[in-house]
């Protein structure tokens, strides 16, 4: 790994964070250079809030990119295919995989879905290929969807807005057209 000093590490973490094309590898990249920087009063290295202020992104979405580019940046994996997985599911990945399991992982996460991965990579099956709907309904008409989808099922939850089990209990209601 290449140092660089602090201050053009920070301006090149500042553009990364700014660009609108999926730069996340080299934004971790830059964000592991940032934080394997000596501690001060010896060096200039970024606390994790000097980097929130920076890039815009949370502490947690910083630490996901340097874990991210701690397991994979010294690997022979082309980066175009670690961008076609994404930094969400190498995020996973390196949170639960073991060291040298890396490929096999990726080979898993190209066909499974955020959601699913952690149960893939833990030996479940891939659940079956589901569809979203998104509906954009007048308040009336949410309404009487709400009121149809209770009486098959649905539920409020303890906390949050919308309902619980609205799937199944659509299900439910279209069968008894």
Partial sequence: MVRTNAASLRKKIQALATRSD????DLAQALAEARSLPKPPQGDR?????????TGLSRRAINYLV????????????????????????AI???TCE??????????AEDCTVKDLPRVLRGGK??????????????SDYERLEAVLLAHGARRPKKGRGLAGKERALVRALGQL
């Fill in 46 to 54: 970024p606390t994790l809030a000097d980097l929130v202020e920076l």
């Fill in 99 to 108: 060291p040298g399991d890396e490929l096999d992982a990726l080979h898993i």
């Fill in 93 to 95: 990945i390196a949170e």
């Fill in 67 to 90: 874990k991210v580019w701690e397991r994979f940046g010294d690997l022979d994996i082309p980066r175009d295919r670690l961008s076609r997985v994404g930094w969400s599911k190498l």
């Fill in 22 to 25: 999926n730069g996340s590898l």
């Fill in 126 to 139: 891939k659940p079956p290929k589901t569809h979203t709907v998104l509906l954009r309904l007048k308040s």
